[in-house]
């Protein structure tokens, strides 16, 4: 129902589109967010898109580096990551929720898709 795509290896400053394609009720009726997680440790927010696209939140590391969009006719959701950093290395997920509130929270997150793993090294 959620598979995101468009992970790779990159040099540090480099850029990659994550994309993230979705059935279309899920689009039609949920917000959607990334997430990214590396071994050993939690995933952590990243960013999220309200469900008409109206408004977007990033987590403070990424702001102003990465931006999220969605195409609804599309039935798909991007991330757009620029100015690629090491630490930006993690398997990166698309997730979606009907809650409007508390999108910063894995748990809020009911449909998950398979990662796609980012590797910024030089």
């Known amino acids: 129902q959620l598979q995101a795509s468009g992970g790779g290896l990159v040099q540090p400053g480099g850029s990659l589109r994550l994309s993230c394609a979705a059935s279309g009720f899920i689009l039609d009726y949920n917000a959607i967010g990334w997430f990214c997680q590396v071994p050993g440790k939690e995933r952590e927010f990243v960013a999220h898109?309200?469900?008409?696209?109206?408004?977007?939140y990033y987590a403070d590391a990424v702001r102003s580096r990465f931006t999220i969009s969605r195409d609804n006719a599309d039935k798909a959701v991007y991330l757009e990551t620029n100015r690629l950093k090491l630490e930006d290395t993690a398997v990166y997920y698309c997730a979606a929720t009907s809650a409007s509130t508390r999108w910063h929270l894995e748990g809020t997150y009911k449909y998950w898709g398979q990662g796609t793993l980012v590797t910024v090294s030089s």
């Open positions: 898109i309200s469900r008409g696209g109206t408004n977007t």
